[in-house]
């Protein structure tokens, strides 16, 4: 069993940039892979950014590769998404969510625990 809750949204400039927190409770957090999701309306949950339970493999979508980083802090079941050169249509708003392996890791329906999202809106 593992709760997520998410923080570090915000209203912020186009080209800023935003690092958001994902603080789990539970045990064995290490055991879990993690990812970040985000969805605006009328779109459908997209994957952002998957490590993990060690860190060690991260995964991006391709057009995302160099604006997003996912990382993760294993003595504080804490896990990170950094968001760089933000722009107008990263307004979304962005969940992350755990399961126990490294596989289907970039699926929404495949993930076992959600946060109760951050909103992130950019403006231009």
């Known amino acids: 069993q593992v709760q997520l809750v998410e923080s570090g949204g915000g209203l912020v400039q186009a080209g800023a940039s935003l690092r958001l927190s994902c603080a789990a409770s539970?045990?064995?957090?290490?055991?879990?892979?993690m990812g970040w999701f985000r969805q605006s309306p009328g779109k459908e949950r997209e994957s952002v950014a998957a490590?993990?339970?060690?860190?060690?493999?991260?995964y991006y979508p391709d057009s995302e590769k160099g604006r997003f980083t996912i990382s993760r802090d294993n003595t504080k079941n804490t896990v990170y998404l950094q968001i760089n050169s933000l722009k107008p249509e990263d307004t979304a708003v962005y969940y992350c969510?755990?399961?126990?392996?490294?596989?289907?890791?970039?699926?929404?329906?495949?993930?076992?625990?959600w946060g109760q999202g951050t909103q992130v809106t950019v403006s231009s």
């Open positions: 969510a755990a399961k126990v392996s490294w596989v289907y890791y970039s699926i929404a329906t495949k993930y076992t625990y």
């Open positions: 490590i993990s339970g060690s860190g060690g493999r991260t």
């Open positions: 539970g045990r064995s957090f290490s055991s879990y892979a």
